[in-house]
């Protein structure tokens, strides 16, 4: 587990049965920069060279919106209601 | 449309903005409906640390009884450099209350328990996806499951304000008008916080740090003290981090082991981690505050300011405003965009727009010049501290005249002709 898996897992997350984060993957193949792998605070998206494709753990998006802001390629939604992060102290 | 399915005014969003707006429908006498995505109102709030009194009690008049961690009595601000670094340090012990530090799925759970006493219906576990317009008026929203419709619906969604884009009001913000901030919540003794950093009976404090490994970007450091645990985050430019390649939690983990925040936080263990965008208020294009049949608040209208680090205050007395311009346009069954604009007006007419007004250019400049104004003269006034506290057998004026050389040599007359203008600006910006 990455040092920031370990960060994330201490938060409490109620993870819905869909993802709420749909990138373009044919935009994907053209992308040079892969802006929302590096950006991304809890590192949602990675690239998979062999398979060509991002791959998506929406599970552990803090819904911050960074990647939609980032990319506009990304489409963005809000998890249904009552799922996602559940922050407890922030 | 049924009776039951409409009621008189919707709130998206159960954060301050929408909490305010909603108890001021309430106090009213109009039937409100408060809708909340998350499982309870906080749970998806995240925020700097510090809520205004002020603000608190326009709202709340008996908000000492909420659940708040700390008042804050220590407002400090830390200028690092690699090794070392300044800190001011301002302490009042007459007015000891104008800010508090409180967890916000405590403290916005209050409010809206508050709220719900005076009248708010709650919906939580709800999310608005589309917002219902007829002939040009927005009537309702839809949420997963059904239609609602109000004769006003007040947008409180918060800095991905999907609603407002929806309909025209703002356009989608751009990396540049936005910092991503990511922040851990690192438990410790209550008795060890107060040790280390300074405090008695129980108060707070807050510290806005510069410099160190933010220099050179458009980024600022914040740490706070809750009862139990302390707070560490940063706030970059979504833009900076963009065109830098810079992962934010690396920022946020390089700021927690510079030498003078390290012993501070030393211990902590983790037991939160969080992210969340906020809008840089005041940068142009304003999104639009209202239409026919909606008005936009808080973070949504992206009612921020950056340079004081507000954004809580702001955003309940924006609620406020909208409430109140809810109970008049339902008084005169008048929801055209015409009547509306008293929101923009009240807020045009406090500090809200005011301050941001103000501080309009603020952000533009600095953001032009962060390797100077969040780099090189916070490392600067480091050295100048350096050579001031140290003895070391060597005359002082030596030491003084190399600093200053080097304060000159390392910068060319084209930067620091371009710096003095910027801060010139800066001054005149904010005063005229």
Redesign the interface.
């Given at each position: 587990m990455s040092d920031?898996d370990k960060?994330?897992y201490?938060?409490t997350f109620?993870t819905s049965q869909t993802s709420h984060l749909h990138p373009d993957d044919e935009q994907c193949l053209q992308c040079l920069e892969k802006?929302c792998t590096?950006?991304c605070?809890?590192?949602v998206y990675n690239y998979n060279e062999s398979e060509k494709k991002l791959t998506v753990s929406y599970e552990k998006c803090?819904?911050?919106?960074?990647c939609?802001?980032?990319c506009k390629y990304i489409k963005?939604?809000?998890?249904?209601?009552?799922k996602?992060?559940?922050?407890?102290?922030? | 449309m049924s009776e039951s399915s409409k009621t008189d005014v919707i709130v998206v969003g159960a954060g301050p903005a929408g909490v305010s707006a909603a108890i001021t429908v309430a106090r009213g006498g109009k039937k409100v409906v408060l809708v909340e995505r998350g499982n309870f109102s906080g749970s998806k709030n995240v925020y700097g640390g510090v809520i205004y009194s002020h603000a608190a009690q326009e709202i709340f008049p008996n908000f000492k009884e909420a659940p708040i961690e700390r008042f804050v009595n220590n407002k400090s601000f830390m200028l690092l450099s690699e090794y070392d670094s300044t800190t001011i340090s301002y302490k009042n012990s007459l007015t000891e209350d104008g800010s508090f530090i409180a967890l916000r799925a405590k403290w916005d759970k209050w409010c809206v328990e508050q709220a719900k006493k005076e009248g708010v219906y709650l919906a939580p576990d709800t999310t608005v996806r589309n917002l219902i317009v007829e002939n040009g008026d927005v009537v309702g929203i839809e949420t997963d499951l059904e239609k609602f419709y109000a004769d006003i619906v007040i947008l409180a969604d918060g800095a991905n304000s999907l609603l407002a884009e929806q309909i025209g009001l703002k356009s989608k913000p751009k990396t540049k008008q936005v910092v991503l901030g990511v922040k851990e919540v690192l438990k410790l003794p209550s008795a060890v916080i107060e040790q280390r950093f300074g405090l008695i009976d129980g108060k707070g404090a807050e510290f806005k740090i510069a410099g160190g490994p933010l220099a050179g970007l458009f980024a600022m450091g914040l740490m706070f003290t809750n009862k139990e645990s302390v707070a560490i985050g940063i706030g970059a430019s979504l833009d900076d981090l963009k065109s830098k390649k810079i992962a934010p939690y690396e920022l946020l983990e390089d700021l927690k082991h510079h030498p003078s925040i390290a012993p501070l936080i030393k211990d902590g263990e983790l037991i939160e981690y969080s992210a969340h965008l906020i809008p840089e208020g005041g940068i142009e294009p304003l999104p639009k505050l209202y239409a026919n049949g909606v008005m936009v608040t808080g973070d949504a209208a992206a009612l921020v300011n950056n340079v004081h680090f507000e954004g809580t205050n702001l955003a309940m007395f924006s609620g406020k405003f909208a409430g109140e311009t809810a109970l008049e346009a339902i008084e005169k069954n008048d929801f055209s965009a015409n009547m509306l604009c008293l929101y923009e007006k009240k807020l045009q007419n406090s500090f809200v727009m005011k301050d941001l007004r103000t501080y309009k250019d603020v952000v533009k400049l600095v953001s032009g010049r962060t390797e100077s104004f969040l780099g090189y003269y916070p490392q600067k006034v480091n050295e100048f501290f350096e050579i001031f506290t140290s003895a070391n057998g060597i005359e002082k004026k030596s030491l003084f005249v190399k600093f200053t050389k080097n304060f000159f040599c390392k910068r060319s007359l084209a930067e620091l002709f371009s710096d003095a203008i910027t801060g010139i600006k800066l001054i005149f910006g904010v005063l005229k």
């Amino acid at each position: 587990m990455s040092d920031l898996d370990k960060k994330l897992y201490k938060n409490t997350f109620k993870t819905s049965q869909t993802s709420h984060l749909h990138p373009d993957d044919e935009q994907c193949l053209q992308c040079l920069e892969k802006v929302c792998t590096i950006i991304c605070p809890a590192k949602v998206y990675n690239y998979n060279e062999s398979e060509k494709k991002l791959t998506v753990s929406y599970e552990k998006c803090l819904e911050c919106g960074a990647c939609r802001i980032a990319c506009k390629y990304i489409k963005w939604n809000y998890p249904e209601g009552g799922k996602g992060v559940v922050y407890k102290n922030s | 449309m049924s009776e039951s399915s409409k009621t008189d005014v919707i709130v998206v969003g159960a954060g301050p903005a929408g909490v305010s707006a909603a108890i001021t429908v309430a106090r009213g006498g109009k039937k409100v409906v408060l809708v909340e995505r998350g499982n309870f109102s906080g749970s998806k709030n995240v925020y700097g640390g510090v809520i205004y009194s002020h603000a608190a009690q326009e709202i709340f008049p008996n908000f000492k009884e909420a659940p708040i961690e700390r008042f804050v009595n220590n407002k400090s601000f830390m200028l690092l450099s690699e090794y070392d670094s300044t800190t001011i340090s301002y302490k009042n012990s007459l007015t000891e209350d104008g800010s508090f530090i409180a967890l916000r799925a405590k403290w916005d759970k209050w409010c809206v328990e508050q709220a719900k006493k005076e009248g708010v219906y709650l919906a939580p576990d709800t999310t608005v996806r589309n917002l219902i317009v007829e002939n040009g008026d927005v009537v309702g929203i839809e949420t997963d499951l059904e239609k609602f419709y109000a004769d006003i619906v007040i947008l409180a969604d918060g800095a991905n304000s999907l609603l407002a884009e929806q309909i025209g009001l703002k356009s989608k913000p751009k990396t540049k008008q936005v910092v991503l901030g990511v922040k851990e919540v690192l438990k410790l003794p209550s008795a060890v916080i107060e040790q280390r950093f300074g405090l008695i009976d129980g108060k707070g404090a807050e510290f806005k740090i510069a410099g160190g490994p933010l220099a050179g970007l458009f980024a600022m450091g914040l740490m706070f003290t809750n009862k139990e645990s302390v707070a560490i985050g940063i706030g970059a430019s979504l833009d900076d981090l963009k065109s830098k390649k810079i992962a934010p939690y690396e920022l946020l983990e390089d700021l927690k082991h510079h030498p003078s925040i390290a012993p501070l936080i030393k211990d902590g263990e983790l037991i939160e981690y969080s992210a969340h965008l906020i809008p840089e208020g005041g940068i142009e294009p304003l999104p639009k505050l209202y239409a026919n049949g909606v008005m936009v608040t808080g973070d949504a209208a992206a009612l921020v300011n950056n340079v004081h680090f507000e954004g809580t205050n702001l955003a309940m007395f924006s609620g406020k405003f909208a409430g109140e311009t809810a109970l008049e346009a339902i008084e005169k069954n008048d929801f055209s965009a015409n009547m509306l604009c008293l929101y923009e007006k009240k807020l045009q007419n406090s500090f809200v727009m005011k301050d941001l007004r103000t501080y309009k250019d603020v952000v533009k400049l600095v953001s032009g010049r962060t390797e100077s104004f969040l780099g090189y003269y916070p490392q600067k006034v480091n050295e100048f501290f350096e050579i001031f506290t140290s003895a070391n057998g060597i005359e002082k004026k030596s030491l003084f005249v190399k600093f200053t050389k080097n304060f000159f040599c390392k910068r060319s007359l084209a930067e620091l002709f371009s710096d003095a203008i910027t801060g010139i600006k800066l001054i005149f910006g904010v005063l005229k």
